[in-house]
């Protein structure tokens, strides 16, 4: 029974690092789409934690509603495209497009409706800003889905909640703003029993208060950006696996820590994530690496 337990202990936490994995890559695709950076023709790679953002073209285009486009953390144009390259790290060389599909002004918002491809998956998402502030709201992927269903085949029941992770960036001094308060993101909770024995699996993911902490220059092979602000925040991830049996009783408990930094300024859309896991020390980066205008 104990080589049983032993085994059952060990494609559990396959599982769920296999999972977790996987949905690195997803969490990028869904913030791929809410978020922007302005080109500039700086020559040099900067983040100076004391710069302001730049706030000085308030009233350089102005829609319909009179909201002004020129400030908010989105592109502009329907049909504008954005190509996204995970540079180094995890899921090297993977990539995805986001392509504004329609920009149109509702109840005092400029708001657009956004689509990311990646390895064949759609994901939808939309973005909106008044004068004030830029607001996501995400759509859940599909393939995030996708990977609750492959998990839950490994149990006997299991059951999952979600909460979209909403950030809010004001337009002006943005620096040591709250983009987000400390909050779960998702719960799961997994059993697989069988005649002698049961298997228990637990997680919470938080997303821990998200702070604009800095703004500066950044260069990818997309070009040059200026006045890109810095949401700095740690994602944990809380781990409980138990087995009990006539014979065997096994518990686990494990809190995974991500450092994640994302970089984006305003008219088109992030320009860098960098994700720390300060468990292997491995550094995920994506960058933008293409910019399409319709």
């Known amino acids: ?14 599982i769920v690092g296999h999972f977790w994995r996987s949905m690195s890559f997803v969490v990028f695709m869904v913030f791929t789409l809410t978020y922007g950076c302005s080109k500039s023709n700086a020559n040099k ?9 730049d706030s000085s073209g308030d009233d350089s285009t102005k829609t319909g509603s009179g909201i002004n486009e020129g400030i908010a953390y989105m592109a502009i ?15 090297a060389g993977a990539g995805s497009v986001v392509e504004y599909t329609d920009i149109h002004d509702s109840a005092g918002y400029q708001t657009a409706n956004l689509q990311a491809v990646a390895a064949g ?11 004030d502030y830029t607001e996501c709201i995400n759509s859940i992927a599909p393939v995030y889905y996708q990977l609750l269903q492959t998990l839950a085949t ?5 059951n999952h909640e979600e909460k979209p992770l909403v950030m809010r ?11 987000f308060p400390t909050t779960v993101t998702a719960t799961w909770h997994g059993q697989k029993i069988s005649d002698d024995s049961k298997l228990d699996s637990k997680l ?69 994530t960098l994700e720390l896991n300060l468990d292997n020390g491995i550094t995920t980066v994506t960058d933008l690496t293409k910019i399409t205008h319709p």
Not at 85 to 90: E, L
Not at 154 to 158: G, I, L, N
Request: glycine share 6%; aromatic share 8%.
């Open 1 to 14: 029974m104990k080589n049983k337990n032993a085994n059952v202990r060990t494609s559990s936490q396959k």
């Open 45 to 53: 790679q900067t983040d100076n934690s004391h710069s302001k953002d």
């Open 77 to 91: 144009k329907k049909g504008t495209l954005l190509t996204y390259t995970i540079v180094s790290g995890d899921e």
């Open 121 to 131: 998956i759609k994901v939808y998402s939309t973005v909106r800003h008044n004068k």
């Open 154 to 158: 490994s149990f006997t029941s299991f």
């Open 169 to 179: 960036l004001v337009h002006k001094d943005p620096l040591n703003s709250e983009a």
């Open 204 to 272: 919470v993911q938080t997303e821990n208060k998200g702070i604009i902490d800095s703004s500066g220059t950044i260069t990818t092979s997309a070009g040059t950006f200026e006045n890109c602000i810095r949401v700095h925040y740690f994602r944990t991830q809380q781990r409980t696996i138990s087995i009990t049996s006539p014979t065997d009783n096994y518990k686990t408990e494990s809190t995974a820590k991500f450092d994640i930094k994302i970089w984006m300024a305003k008219g088109i859309g992030p320009v860098k």
